[in-house]
């Protein structure tokens, strides 16, 4: 991975660089959130000509480590107005790294409203007229990819939810079999690529060659301790919780957890939790056959299996996937607890290309403020519909949770840094609230998952009520985050290696095998650390960085949150002392 | 005694009837504990990794009382 790739989008010129020094050995969070600093102003409009975006394939993707074919899209974020990464599992970064590319920058800004293609190769690539696409959903311009271009290669495309511009708008990537499906979802990145005209990148990587470690006896070694871990650690072995029941295992849990957030987070408990869970999903895809499978990969080389094909009751496909967050943002936060009903949002979402967490938060606002009632699937599609329309209250859904409820005058917006809350309720599992308050990226689960200790057990064992020693457990596992990121692994390698040592040492063998490089344990926090830094430093640039910004929202501070009736207790001061040394 | 017993996940396949999260009944004596329920259901030992009564995790050794529901997981995680 020696090259970048520059896209300008005002003259039409594709070019390719070598990496300058500075940027040498880094890749994924590392490289976009590095680049996203030293390139785009932290005063620049987020669709206007000065901001960028990023796309940056992990240290280790390419190669055959388990489970490290991610991508990272970083940029200056229309939804939060701060820096943002948003990665997604696919074959696309694997394809991106093996082309020799250590990033693609997309920068400029079409002057007027036509579309555009990028068909990339070895050598560089070339920008293409692409109207045939304008305003498609994503489903119907994946097929015309993958007709027109074959189905080896690999793609990303924007919904039309981007190409209006919209803030809860991701980036959709193929899954192995052409699905846009896989999204780096997050903070309205998909915008960004409308603002630029940009509606789709083909990655044309014939005769690319394999990605070659500098250090093969040690990468190979490393590879070995992480898979053995991946493989023999209870919940992500085969037959394990997340093979056989995907992410959605994790819905009776957080249910029984009090900690299930329901109806626009009013309760942690959701009635009809069981229905939309990981449980029912396998047990639709036994009983209704056809398409619907459980242990479906995103992309080659994962050993985990975490994704599934919902089918209808027919056997039809629905769509894929039907994940935790999604089943919980659409079903247990809007009160829907129908599936079939789930599952229609959720596809109308990678339809439109808009994140399926910021959707499911502001329907549940829009709820609130009388749109459409709790438990009501169809009002909720019929609502959701609006976005896809283009209508003036699908304009106003389309900028998210915050700006949805500041429309209609609600007070109970579940958000940090205007992002919406993932699935989580930070009242009954505080050291989740402590990531969503202080990551830079807004509120967002993957930052730091201290779930993984105050409700799984894995990693140790935290007591989720309690406000004590919240800020280093949370900053201990945002620091690991930044670094898992930038290698290119998937987040989920953390529940292995959090309780197998030797998978730990797996993911800096196969780093240090990769790159020459030498680091230890402690440069996996030390890295991380620094990652996150360079995030809060242009944050605090642009203006959301400050105190203010990290503050969960006032309603949590006073209402408090059934089944065990806690309120948000971490005080202010604790929190400011986050980013001490 | 007798206790509500809900099974998640893959501990659904020790449900006495075959349906799956179904809540079922369980027939104690007086103070007996979460460990001694877990045998009497017949989960292998090991597999049950999380208890929840009253939404909130308890340990093994927790002494039941008389009509408590009782939520048991086997490992699990997500994202």
């Known amino acids: 991975m020696d090259k970048i790739v520059r896209v300008n989008m005002t ?85 991106l790294a093996r082309m020799g590319y250590a990033a693609l920058v997309l ?61 809860m708008a991701g980036i959709a990537f193929n899954d192995p079999e052409g699905r846009p499906a896989r999204y780096a979802g997050r903070g309205g990145l998909g915008a960004v690529m409308g603002s630029k005209g940009l509606k789709a990148i083909v990655l044309e990587d014939e005769n690319a060659p394999a990605v070659k470690p500098k250090d093969p006896e040690m990468f190979k070694a490393g590879q070995k301790k992480l898979a053995d871990a991946i493989l023999s650690h209870d919940v992500t072995k085969k037959g394990g919780a997340l093979n056989s029941y995907g992410t959605a295992v994790l819905i009776n849990i957080l249910n029984e957890a009090g900690g299930l957030p329901t109806n626009n987070f009013r309760t942690g408990v959701f009635d009809g939790a069981q229905k939309i869970s990981g449980e029912a999903l396998a047990e639709a895809a036994k009983t209704r056959g056809g398409a619907g499978m459980m242990g479906h990969s995103c992309h080659p080389g994962c050993i985990i299996h975490c994704s599934n094909v919902y089918a209808k009751e027919d056997g039809s496909e629905h769509v894929s996937c039907v994940e935790y967050e999604s089943s919980w943002s659409l079903g247990a936060n809007c009160g829907i607890d129908n599936l079939d009903q789930v599952a229609e949002l959720i596809r109308m979402c990678n ?57 209609y005058g609600v007070t ?15 009242r009954a599992v505080k050291g989740i609230g402590v990531t969503y308050i202080t990551t830079p990226m807004g509120a967002d689960h993957t930052a730091g998952y201290t779930i993984a200790p105050e409700i799984l057990s894995v990693g140790g064992k935290a007591e989720p009520l309690s406000a004590k020693d919240k800020i280093g457990l949370s900053k201990a596992f945002q620091q690991t985050t930044a670094f898992i990121d930038s290698c290119g692994y998937c987040l989920f390698i953390a529940f292995p290696i959090l309780d197998i040592p030797s998978g730990f040492d797996g993911v800096v063998e196969t780093v240090n095998g990769m790159l020459g490089t030498k680091y230890t344990g402690d440069d996996v926090t030390r890295i991380g650390d620094e990652i996150l830094r360079i995030e809060k430093d242009f944050n605090v640039r642009a203006g959301v960085g400050g105190k203010d910004a990290d503050r969960p929202p006032e309603f949590m501070r006073y209402e408090k949150l059934p089944p065990h009736n806690h309120v948000w207790d971490i005080p202010d001061e604790e929190l400011d002392t986050f980013w001490d040394k | 005694m007798k206790i509500e017993v809900v099974l ?28 001694e329920l877990i045998e009497k259901v017949g989960i292998q030992e090991g597999e049950a990794k999380q208890v929840f009564i009253r939404h909130k995790s308890r340990r093994p050794d927790y002494v039941l009382e008389d009509g408590e529901r009782v939520a048991i997981f086997p490992p699990v995680a997500g994202g």
């Open chain 1, 11 to 95: 003259d039409k010129k594709v070019t390719v660089e070598p990496v300058p020094d500075k940027y040498k050995g880094k890749g994924g969070r590392w490289l976009t959130s590095l680049m996203v600093s030293d390139e785009v102003p932290a005063g620049a409009h987020p669709l206007g000509p000065n901001n960028k975006l990023f796309f940056a394939p992990g240290m280790v993707t390419g190669t055959h480590a388990p489970n490290s074919g991610r991508i990272s899209v970083g940029g200056k974020s229309p939804l939060t107005g701060g820096i943002k990464e948003a990665n997604a599992g696919s074959p696309f970064p694997q394809k």
């Open chain 1, 107 to 167: 920068e400029g800004l079409v002057e007027d409203d036509k579309r555009w293609l990028l068909k990339l190769g070895l050598d560089g690539g070339e920008l293409l007229p692409a109207d045939d696409l304008k305003d498609k959903g994503t489903y119907e311009c994946a097929k015309m990819l993958w007709d027109k271009y074959g189905e080896k290669t690999a793609f990303c495309v924007n919904g039309p939810a981007g190409e209006a511009k919209m803030a």
């Open chain 1, 351 to 407: 339809d439109y290309g808009v994140d399926t967490i910021e959707a499911g938060v502001t329907v549940g606002v829009a709820m609130e403020a009388g749109l459409a009632k709790f438990g009501d699937g169809k009002g909720a599609i019929e609502l959701f519909s609006e976005i896809g329309k283009r209508s003036p209250l699908g304009h106003i859904l389309g900028q998210g949770a915050q700006f949805t409820g500041e429309a």
């Open chain 1, 412 to 426: 109970r917006i579940p958000t940090v840094k205007r992002q919406g809350m993932p699935a989580y309720e930070p």
């Open chain 2, 8 to 35: 998640y996940a893959t501990l659904t396949r020790y449900h006495p009837e075959e349906k799956g999260n179904k809540p079922f009944s369980v027939e104690l004596p007086e103070g007996a504990t979460i460990k």
